[in-house]
């Protein structure tokens, strides 16, 4: 059973920044990795997605140029670097993994890959941004 593993989480001021990472058990050649987020009373929404194999990077349009995806094969992770944080990043945040011949990282992923039918999911981590 593959797990992803979300952690890096925590309360920060506003302005701050936080790394979470993403630790999964995956061939990361095969796979589209993204982060997702939600908010209470909110929909699960998209972050970014990376794809190792394509050199693929988006991002949703409330995180561009503040937020950072990578990956580091040695350690099997993904990372998203946060800086500029705002309250309205307070979410529990998601990674995801979803065969790269089932979708592409794009910005199509990043719209729909909350609703659609990843292959694993993370338990999530809780970012709280203070203001």
């Known amino acids: 059973e593959v797990q992803l593993v979300e952690s890096g989480g925590g309360s920060v001021q506003a302005g701050g920044s936080l790394r979470l990472s993403c630790t999964a058990a995956?061939?990361?050649?095969?796979?589209?990795i993204g982060w997702f987020r939600q908010a209470p009373g909110k929909e699960r929404e998209g972050v970014s997605c990376?794809?190792?194999?394509?050199?693929?990077?988006y991002y949703s349009n409330s995180v561009k140029g503040r937020f950072t995806i990578s990956v580091d094969r040695a350690e099997n992770t993904v990372y998203l670097q946060m800086n500029s944080l705002k309250p309205e990043d307070t979410a529990v945040y998601y990674c995801?993994?979803?065969?790269?011949?089932?979708?592409?990282?794009?910005?199509?992923?990043?719209?729909?890959?909350?609703?659609?039918?990843?292959?694993?999911w993370g338990q999530g981590t809780q970012v709280t941004v203070l203001s």
């Open positions: 995801a993994a979803i065969l790269g011949t089932r979708y592409y990282c794009s910005n199509k992923y990043v719209r729909e890959g909350a609703q659609a039918d990843n292959d694993y």
């Open positions: 990376i794809s190792e194999d394509f050199g693929d990077i």
């Open positions: 995956l061939n990361f050649d095969r796979y589209v």
